[in-house]
């Protein structure tokens, strides 16, 4: 379903008080299927985003979180998402669209790849102690 398709609307907002372009955003895709119960305009999917600037990709727009409601997946809430990401990242004059995903996240992986994204690296971590007394 792309999002011209009646039954799922994506929209942007800024989440701070910064009028920043690089400053964090989230965007939602709201249900308005006149066909289903859900036709409600409620939230059944969002992504967390921003604008980053580097020297590997110049600027890209990075997908923090993208999840879709577990009773609305494979109805195409996530491409809606997507593609309203991608054209985000097109008017900021990105190079890429990018995201990480946990390595236990075999069904979002096979989601990714249907949305034609690519495996391009690895994500290494290294857990930092925390000040004295923190838990």
Known sequence: MSPAT???????????????????????ARCTRPDTPRACGCCVGAAGWRIIINTSSLRKLYVDDLVTAAVERSTGVGHALVAHLETHARAAGCHELNLDSGTHRTGAHRFYLRERFDIVAFHFTRLLAGPEGAS
């Open 6 to 28: 009646p039954g799922w609307r994506a929209t942007s907002c800024r989440s701070s008080a910064s009028s920043a372009p690089t400053s964090p955003r989230s965007s939602s």
